[in-house]
């Protein structure tokens, strides 16, 4: 019998021993609560089949229920952030028993601009404003940066695992969003209703659109190269209506910072097309954006002239993207901005702590900047940047950190499906690297990433890319002789 075959027995045989003590001692009048076998089967799953646990996880990611503060003011996802401690424990407890990475995983040079901005972290925690805040800031990140950036980046040299994380999110995606539509339709469509539509599962649309943006390219490329990653027709025409679903979320959360991630994740396919080289792709990125810096002020005043509102009609919704003048959303975010640009100024190199930018920013306004839904309390959203964020929370190293990675990311995820001979991997890289540009992208305008419903696809996705580098280098290396 094989590992697998006799894996699958024991959970199995396990999990309905459990059930069978739990109904038999409630028979006896020893009432037990079903939570236990199921829990005793979870921990089980942990053990035995550490890759089908990551699997559960993923797959309850999007349908896990966020809550702002389950005890003593802590607020987390339930049940997706306890098991993902559980899982933190569990590897770290492997790692001192002696189990290790992949030497090639943790060398590459991702793995080093991720373990670079985690230190950096570390070292801004020391120099925090908010110890609490930046502690507990820097353990999330720890905590997925372990689970599903290395752990699961070690199941990956699999490609039937990235395979099945896909399918999990996919599926349990396109699920939330069957959901949110339906809920979405009996109220009209309408956009005032899309901020809270898709609650209890996500609290905000910002986010539940760069989730389902995510997932945008799976379900694409599920389509387009289903033949070539082993799909059948009818499986493929399953992921067309999924894929019909998913655009229609997106159309209907009626966020602008997602609508503009998807177009520009487009863009890059058309670049990867053309086969451009990356060292091409950021000079004229550097280029441009000096141009735009050099020109700013003329921008800005076009921006100004823009009176566009968000609207029910998504064409004008559209168009509202870049009014700063009487758009509150969009004020806001320059409010916003400002804040950490002053920030920075104060606090250039170690800022002032990860975490702590919503406690602090509120006497960094200026009056000529406040809007109608300012506040002095932090209780109304974040900087709505990812980038900002890193500058403000954790000075100019933090950011270059942050952009390292992303750079990196998008090297390698172009190098594999430029020079991969596995066509089935460059598909996958390609998936990859879509989706994680969908929230580079958006995280212009949010940020998400310490949140279970981004970090999970995130440092996942950002492994894939990594395990398939390395196994790309192999296959050169022996082609070469």
């Known amino acids: 019998?094989?590992?697998?075959?006799?894996?699958?027995?024991?959970?199995?045989?396990?999990?309905?021993?459990g059930l069978i003590i739990s109904l038999a001692l409630s028979f006896l009048g020893w009432y037990v609560s079903p939570v236990i076998p199921i829990a005793l089967f979870i921990l089980f799953l942990l053990v035995v089949r550490t890759d089908l646990y990551i699997l559960l996880i993923a797959f309850l990611v999007p349908l896990s229920i966020p809550l702002t503060d389950i005890a003593g003011g802590i607020g987390g996802s339930l049940p997706t952030e306890p098991l993902i401690a559980i899982l933190m424990i569990?590897?770290?407890?492997?790692?001192m028993a002696g189990y290790t990475f992949d030497k090639a995983f943790i060398f590459h040079p991702l793995s080093i601009a991720i373990l670079a901005g985690l230190i950096w972290m570390l070292v801004s925690v020391y120099f925090s404003e908010i110890p609490t805040n930046s502690i507990k800031f820097w353990i999330i990140r720890f905590m997925y940066v372990l689970?599903?950036?290395?752990?699961?980046?070690?199941?990956?040299?699999?490609?039937?695992?990235?395979m099945r994380l896909f399918w999990v999110l996919l599926v349990s995606t396109t699920i939330l969003v069957l959901y949110t539509n339906i809920r979405h339709a009996g109220e009209g469509f309408v956009r005032t209703h899309s901020y809270f539509i898709s609650?209890?599962?996500?609290m905000d649309h910002g986010i539940y659109a760069a989730a389902v943006a995510f997932l945008f390219p799976v379900a694409l490329f599920f389509i387009l190269n289903g033949h070539t990653l082993g799909l059948t027709r009818w499986v493929r025409i399953l992921v067309l209506f999924m894929f019909f679903f998913i655009f229609m979320g997106l159309v209907f959360s009626f966020t602008r910072a997602a609508w503009v991630s998807l177009v520009g994740a487009l863009g890059f396919l058309g670049i990867m097309k053309f086969r451009i080289r990356f060292s091409y792709l950021l000079a004229v990125v550097l280029i441009g954006g000096f141009y735009v810096y050099s020109n700013w002020e003329q921008y800005s005043f076009a921006m100004e002239g823009n009176t566009k509102g968000s609207d029910d009609d998504i064409e004008v919704h559209v168009k509202s993207i870049s009014n700063i003048s009487t758009d509150p959303s969009n004020m806001e975010r320059v409010n916003r901005w400002s804040c950490a640009i002053e920030m920075f100024k104060e606090r250039p190199i170690v800022g002032f702590g990860p975490g702590t930018y919503t406690?602090?920013?509120?006497?960094?306004?200026?009056?000529s900047e406040l809007t109608i839904i300012s506040t002095f309390t932090g209780d109304l959203g974040n900087v709505h940047s990812e980038y900002f964020a890193a500058l403000s929370e954790m000075g100019v190293v933090g950011l270059l950190a942050w952009l390292f990675m992303i750079g990196?990311?998008?090297?390698?995820?172009?190098?594999?499906?430029?020079?991969?001979?596995?066509?089935?991997?460059?598909?996958?890289?390609?998936?990859?690297?879509?989706?994680?540009?969908?929230?580079?992208?958006?995280?212009?305008?949010?940020?998400?990433?310490e949140f279970d419903k981004i970090a999970v696809p995130m440092w996942s996705f950002l492994a894939v890319i990594t395990a398939l580098s390395i196994k790309t280098k192999k296959a050169i290396q022996a082609a070469k002789g």
């Open 1 to 17: 019998m094989s590992n697998l075959a006799s894996s699958k027995k024991i959970i199995y045989g396990f999990g309905t021993l």
């Open 90 to 95: 569990f590897t770290v407890a492997k790692l």
């Open 147 to 162: 689970t599903f950036y290395f752990l699961a980046g070690h199941l990956f040299k699999n490609p039937k695992m990235i």
């Open 199 to 202: 609650q209890p599962f996500f």
């Open 359 to 367: 406690q602090l920013y509120g006497s960094y306004q200026k009056t």
């Open 408 to 449: 990196a990311a998008i090297f390698y995820g172009m190098h594999i499906y430029y020079y991969s001979p596995i066509p089935k991997d460059r598909i996958l890289a390609m998936i990859a690297l879509l989706g994680l540009l969908t929230y580079f992208i958006h995280a212009f305008l949010n940020n998400y990433s």
